[in-house]
């Protein structure tokens, strides 16, 4: 039963993963938007759980197998992710304002750190795989590959200009 919850945690994790990817690149105030973002919410708090159990046994196989650089890589990658995953409850608790942008963007750092930090973790063992861990090894760096290339269609803002949906006219503050 815990193989299959990590499997599930593992392949729900890629789904945010490319979940990500599309975010970053059309940040468009559509209801497929919208729709993408509630599941981003909704499917990190839920399935939390299962990508921890997910890490968990990953650590727990690799442990044993790994260099000591390995280990470190992992362990970085598995506390950035709980970071990345505290960052995330703010943005839900406080909200995704300007006064806050700061927590999407540490959010988003610390997560891409951590899936770095794993895959090169794991790069050190790909030759200690199973056949079946190998397929698992190559859908993960085929779905990070996507999401990069899903987030590279966004286009970069000049320097200086406003963000996306941001106006150019300043605020009153009370």
């Known amino acids: 039963m815990l193989h299959r919850l990590s499997g599930l945690g593992g392949v ?3 789904a945010l ?3 990500s990817g599309y975010l970053v690149a059309t940040a468009e105030p559509s209801l497929f938007y919208l729709a993408n973002v509630g599941f981003h919410v909704v499917g990190g708090v839920c399935f939390a759980p299962l990508l921890g159990v997910a890490v968990w046994r990953l650590w727990k196989w690799c442990k044993p197998r790994a ?4 280990r470190r890589l992992m362990a970085l990658g598995g506390g950035a992710l709980l970071v990345g995953f505290g960052a995330g409850l703010a943005i839900i608790y406080f909200g995704n304002t300007r006064d806050h942008r700061w927590l999407l963007d540490a959010h988003i750092v610390l997560c891409v750190v951590a899936i770095i930090c794993m895959l090169m973790g794991l790069a050190f063992l790909r030759r200690q795989f199973s056949p079946a861990q190998r397929h698992a090894w190559r859908w ?5 590959a996507g999401a990069v290339v899903v987030a590279s269609f966004s286009p970069p ?3 200086g200009a406003p ?3 941001e106006s ?3 605020r009153c503050r009370r």
């Open 157 to 159: 803002a000049p320097c």
């Open 163 to 165: 963000r996306r949906f």
């Open 168 to 170: 150019s006219i300043p």
């Open 17 to 19: 993963c490319l979940n």
């Open 12 to 14: 729900l994790g890629l």
């Open 140 to 144: 993960a760096l085929i779905t990070v």
């Open 67 to 70: 260099t000591a650089l390995s």
